[in-house]
Antibody, heavy 120, light 110 residues
Framework: QLQLRESGPGLVKPWETLSLTCNVSGVSVSSRSYYWGWMRQSPGKGLDWIGVIYYKGDTFYNPTLKRRVTIFVDKSKNQFFLNLTSVTAADSGVYFC????????????WGQGTLVTVSS | QSALTQPPSVSATPGQKVTVSCSGSTSNIGKNYVSWYQQLPEVAPKLLIYDNIKRPSGIPDRFSGSKSGTSATLGITGLQIGDEGTYHCATWDTSLSVWVFGEGTRLTVL
């Protein structure tokens, strides 16, 4: 059974880079036709899509974040990662890793989420 | 402001039925499938409905989805206290090439 778990620093200083890890268990991160994605939820707000990566390495990012986002995979560790540069308080929230079943389709499952606060 | 519009809250008593609406546009709901997610307090979102009407295995048939034009609806029958939480709709926006979500609807079971 596929399970996802996020990890990373809970506190990031303004203008620094937020780096998160999603540990994948139950399936290989390089499984054929699999996508992997990152979402976030600001306090009291809805969900926002950050970006996805295809098993072949192709990436698709939310245009509003594209200049600051990088998603990549480490097959040897069965993990995928999120880097978000030049963070501000607006980037604070709970970050989730998830599996989109295709571009434009649904997300299942989700990790439990990790809270990130941007503050000096 | 989200691309999809949901009511901020709905409430009902145990055993009753409730519906949650999700309104979009011709470029998102009008052209693409809708999915629904349940987010219980302090828990990650969980897929409830995909492809407008389908339920993943393990999701009881108390939960149902429908879509008409540029709107979608989540229905929950036989409400339980454990259903209290926030319900999110989502779809793809063909014009923007992004996934879009509603702001979420908080369900209170009185």
């Amino acid at each position: 059974q596929l399970q996802l778990r996020e990890s990373g620093p809970g506190l990031v200083k303004p203008w620094e880079t937020l780096s998160l890890t999603c540990n994948v268990s139950g399936v290989s991160v390089s499984s054929r036709s699999y996508y992997w994605g990152w979402m976030r939820q600001s306090p009291g707000k809805g969900l926002d899509w950050i970006g996805v990566i295809y098993y072949k390495g192709d990436t698709f990012y939310n245009p509003t974040l594209k200049r600051r986002v990088t998603i990549f995979v480490d097959k040897s560790k069965n993990q995928f990662f999120l880097n978000l540069t030049s963070v501000t308080a607006a980037d604070s929230g709970v970050y989730f890793c998830t599996r989109p079943w295709d571009i434009g389709s649904w997300f299942d499952p989700w990790g439990q989420g990790t809270l990130v606060t941007v503050s000096s | 402001q989200s691309a999809l519009t949901q009511p901020p809250s709905v409430s009902a008593t145990p055993g009753q039925k409730v519906t949650v609406s999700c309104s979009g546009s011709t470029s998102n709901i009008g052209k693409n499938y809708v999915s629904w997610y349940q987010q219980l307090p302090e828990v990650a979102p969980k897929l409830l409905i995909y492809d407008n009407i389908k339920r993943p295995s393990g999701i009881p048939d108390r939960f149902s989805g429908s879509k008409s034009g540029t709107s979608a609806t989540l229905g929950i029958t036989g409400l339980q206290i454990g259903d209290e939480g926030t319900y999110h709709c989502a779809t793809w926006d063909t014009s923007l090439s992004v996934w879009v979500f509603g702001e979420g609807t908080r369900l209170t079971v009185l």
